[in-house]
C-alpha cells in the first residue's frame, strides 16, 4: 500500500512536470512568434504567473493544493484563464463550433444544477425524516457496523479549558 502511494506521487510529479514543460515551451514559441506584442496574451501570461506564485504560495503554508476554497478558487481562475484561447483555436476552425460548444457546456451545466439540487433535497429530506421521526431511521446508533460507531470513544479528547 505504501509502494502505491509513491507510485502516485511520481505519476502526478511527472504530469505536472510535463503540463509546466509544455507551458514554458508555448511561451517560448509565442516570444519567437512575436504574439506577445499583443496586450491581451501578455496580460494573460502575468495572470497565469500571478496563479502560479498563489499556488507556490499555497503550498508554502501546507494548504492542500487540490481541494478546498482557495485552491479550488486558483483552480477555477486558470480554468477562466483558458477560455480565451479555446475560443480562439475553435474561432479559427469553425465559425459555428464555438456556438455548439457553448450549447453543449450550457446543457452540461443545468444538468448539473439540476442533480445538485436533486441531491440537496433529499440529503435534506432525510435528515429531516431522521431528527422527527425515529421509525424511518434506517440504521440505528445501536447497530455495530454503523457508520456512528466509528470513533472509538464517546468523549471529547481532552477536558475544556479551565476557566
Same mark, same amino acid.
Given at each position: 500500500? *505504501?509502494? /502505491?502511494?509513491?507510485?502516485?506521487?511520481?505519476? =502526478?510529479?511527472? +504530469?505536472?512536470?510535463?503540463?509546466?514543460?509544455?507551458? $514554458?515551451?508555448?511561451? $517560448?514559441?509565442? =516570444? @519567437?512568434? @512575436?504574439? =506577445? +506584442?499583443? $496586450?491581451?496574451?501578455? +496580460?494573460?501570461?502575468?495572470?497565469? #504567473?500571478?496563479?502560479?506564485?498563489? /499556488?507556490w504560495y499555497l503550498r508554502s503554508q501546507n494548504v492542500p493544493l487540490f481541494w478546498g476554497r482557495k485552491a479550488v478558487a486558483i483552480w477555477l481562475l486558470a480554468a477562466v484563464l483558458h477560455g480565451?484561447? =479555446?475560443?480562439?483555436?475553435?474561432?479559427?476552425?469553425? %465559425? &459555428?463550433?464555438?456556438?455548439?460548444?457553448?450549447?453543449?457546456?450550457?446543457?452540461?451545466? +443545468?444538468?448539473? #444544477?439540476? /442533480? %445538485?439540487?436533486?441531491?440537496?433535497?433529499?440529503? &435534506?429530506?432525510? *435528515?429531516?425524516?431522521?431528527?422527527?421521526? !425515529?421509525?424511518?431511521?434506517?440504521?440505528?446508533?445501536? &447497530? !455495530?457496523?454503523?457508520?456512528?460507531?466509528?470513533?472509538? %470513544?464517546?468523549?471529547? !479528547?481532552? !477536558?475544556?479549558?479551565?476557566?
Open positions: 500500500m *505504501r509502494y /502505491l502511494g509513491v507510485m502516485v506521487r511520481k505519476v =502526478l510529479t511527472a +504530469a505536472g512536470a510535463l503540463v509546466a514543460g509544455f507551458h $514554458v515551451w508555448l511561451f $517560448v514559441s509565442q =516570444l @519567437g512568434d @512575436g504574439r =506577445l +506584442a499583443d $496586450v491581451s496574451v501578455l +496580460a494573460r501570461w502575468g495572470v497565469a #504567473a500571478g496563479l502560479g506564485v498563489a /499556488l480565451p484561447s =479555446l475560443s480562439d483555436r475553435l474561432a479559427a476552425v469553425d %465559425t &459555428t463550433a464555438s456556438a455548439e460548444v457553448a450549447a453543449v457546456m450550457l446543457q452540461v451545466a +443545468a444538468g448539473g #444544477a439540476w /442533480l %445538485t439540487l436533486l441531491v440537496l433535497a433529499a440529503v &435534506t429530506l432525510r *435528515r429531516r425524516a431522521y431528527a422527527t421521526n !425515529p421509525w424511518l431511521r434506517l440504521v440505528s446508533h445501536e &447497530t !455495530p457496523l454503523s457508520i456512528h460507531r466509528l470513533r472509538s %470513544t464517546l468523549v471529547a !479528547p481532552r !477536558p475544556p479549558p479551565a476557566r
